[in-house]
């Protein structure tokens, strides 16, 4: 069956990058794409980016200076790296395929403090 | 950038309740909408997609509808296991979730 799950260092310090994993089962990456979205700490859902199935990325404007999006379909593995964080950054970061955005992992929280 | 503006934002109803909320796009987004049941500390579960496209395994009280800038999830009797927030997503122009109605029991 289809699962996603992604995994991340937890606690980042301000100004630093974070790298986060989307390890992927049931579907292959060359097939589906896989789109990154976050939530603030009781707020809203807002999407990152997303890399389609042949490769080629997009990103959300308001992030796309900071954000880089890869994969590894040998892994099943999609990457996220985004630089220069922030206290705001904090959030829980989650990953979804992109067909109807249907399956969603369970999420990672990524807390940005000193 | 499209938003995505739903109502509304607290909806109190008892169980066996017909439900209905709301979402209203800033533009058309072509029935490019889904709907999502969130649960605390879970991730998104997909309910509807594409308007009116019930997601596999999810009971048939939930039903979808709209066109243009106006879409609504209907639950046709509310059951406890519903009380979630909801959140609308536009996925016709890049993407856009709306800020969420969260359902509670009366």
């Known amino acids: 069956q289809v699962q996603l799950k992604e995994s991340g260092p937890g606690l980042v310090k301000p100004s630093l990058t974070l790298s986060l994993t989307c390890t992927v089962s049931?579907?292959?990456?060359?097939?589906?794409?896989v789109i990154w979205v976050r939530q603030p700490p009781g707020k809203g859902l807002e999407w990152m980016g997303v890399i389609w199935g042949n490769g080629n990325t997009n990103y959300n404007s308001a992030l796309k200076s900071r954000l880089s999006i890869s994969r590894d379909t040998s892994k099943s593995q999609v990457f996220l790296k985004m630089n220069n964080l922030q206290t705001e950054d904090t959030a829980m970061y989650f990953c979804?395929?992109?067909?109807?955005?249907?399956?969603w992992g369970p999420g990672t929280m990524v807390t940005v403090s000193s | 950038d499209i938003q995505m503006t739903q109502s509304p934002s607290v909806l109190s109803a008892s169980v066996g309740d017909r439900v209905t909320l709301n979402c209203k796009a800033s533009?058309?987004?072509?029935?490019?909408l889904n709907w999502y049941q969130q649960k605390l500390g879970e991730a998104p579960k997909l309910l509807i997609y594409n308007t009116n496209n019930l997601q596999t395994g999810i009971p048939s009280r939930f039903s979808g509808s709209g066109s243009g800038t106006d879409y609504t999830l209907t639950i046709s009797s509310l059951q406890p296991e519903d009380v979630a927030t909801y959140f609308c997503f536009q996925h016709n122009s890049w993407y856009t979730f709306g800020a969420g109605t969260k359902l509670e029991l009366k």
């Open positions: 049931g579907f292959s990456l060359s097939s589906y794409g």
């Open positions: 979804a395929r992109s067909r109807y955005f249907d399956f």
């Open positions: 533009q058309n987004i072509n029935k490019y």
